[in-house]
């Protein structure tokens, strides 16, 4: 005999504790209002802010980051707000230093400044400043309910679902038809590589590397991250496999096969499909955001 499922006691507001309820009243609102994080990082790396407080020497009083930004009078009360919420959220650190509020870089301000010095190259302002990138977001997770009210395989394959339901076609084939939407998303992700190489060469490139003859960075977008393993370990063959279109516009940018402009750091391009092929070699690469995404059903 089937055992009978345990009776639910239904949850009534009536018997949770005042103060649990607006507990949870707060998580709702902070939930649905979780963009403005994003909204402020995003002004702030717009108004320049991490680039000014490294240009003061690491640190930077609230009159200071005024002057520096020539933010309007009538603006300027609400400069320490902005600041404030950065600081909960660790992008800066606020706190008095003789008697003023000063505000101090973290590690992930570090990474939003322009200056390669500070950060190696891998500044993810841009990425984090980008309208496109921010809008094809949007775009695809505001109608995510609608995506799981839908049938997939109607609305086109494979790629990101959420941006799939709102384009009608996975991102690859978006950026595929559209130049300047792929190499600006290349542009970005190379400076986000540009970080990610720095660490991997750091933590594992000899171990990795050292012994290898060949390597293939799969979907390696630019060749930034295959760029960044050939200057360190010249002796390795690398090569990035990409989509026929991803080729084609670093061919262009580059004015010839897809190797560094100046012809130091060599790099073979292959155009192709993951899914079909991937060349041989004794490391394979695949620095990819969403490989579940890549993979079709
Ligand atoms: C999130 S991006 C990462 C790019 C690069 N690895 C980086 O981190 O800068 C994913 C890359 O995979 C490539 N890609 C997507 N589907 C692919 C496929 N089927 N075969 C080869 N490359 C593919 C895209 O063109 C894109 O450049």
Not at 25 to 40: G, H, P, T
Not at 141 to 155: I, N, Q, T
Not at 220 to 236: E, L, N, S
Request: net charge negative.
């Amino acid at each position: 005999m089937a055992a009978h499922p345990k009776q639910q006691v239904v949850p009534s507001r009536a018997a949770i504790p005042s103060e649990e309820l607006i507990q949870a009243q707060a998580e709702i609102w902070c939930l649905s209002s979780a963009y403005v994080k994003s909204m402020a990082l995003r002004c702030a790396v717009k108004l320049g802010i991490p680039d000014a407080i490294h240009r003061s020497g690491g640190a930077a009083t609230l009159p200071g980051l005024l002057a520096a930004l020539s933010i309007p009078e009538a603006r300027q009360p609400h400069l320490s707000r902005l600041m404030r919420l950065l600081a909960t959220l660790g992008i800066f650190t606020e706190a008095k230093e003789g008697g003023v509020v000063c505000y101090r870089l973290t590690p992930a301000s570090l990474l939003l400044v322009h200056d390669a010095g500070a950060n190696g190259g891998a500044c993810l302002s841009e990425y984090v400043a980008s309208a496109t990138a921010l809008s094809d977001s949007l775009m695809a997770y505001l109608r995510l309910d609608e995506w799981f009210r839908s049938d997939v395989s109607a609305s086109g394959g494979g790629g990101s679902p959420a941006f799939v339901m709102a384009y009608g076609m996975d991102y690859w084939a978006a950026a595929g038809r559209d130049a300047e939407r792929s190499a600006s998303f290349h542009e970005l992700m190379g400076s986000d590589s540009r970080l990610v190489a720095q660490v991997v060469l750091r933590e594992c490139g000899g171990e990795v590397f050292g012994g290898a003859a060949a390597m293939v960075d799969v979907g390696g977008g630019d060749g930034t991250m295959a760029r960044a393993v050939k200057t360190a370990f010249p002796h390795v063959r690398c090569s990035v496999l990409e989509l026929p279109h991803v080729v084609e516009g670093v061919r262009a940018a580059t004015g010839g096969g897809g190797d560094d402009d100046d012809g130091a750091v060599e790099v073979e391009f292959v155009a192709g499909d993951m899914m079909d092929h991937i060349p041989a070699a004794d490391v394979v690469l695949l620095k990819v955001r969403d490989v579940v995404d890549l993979v079709k059903p």
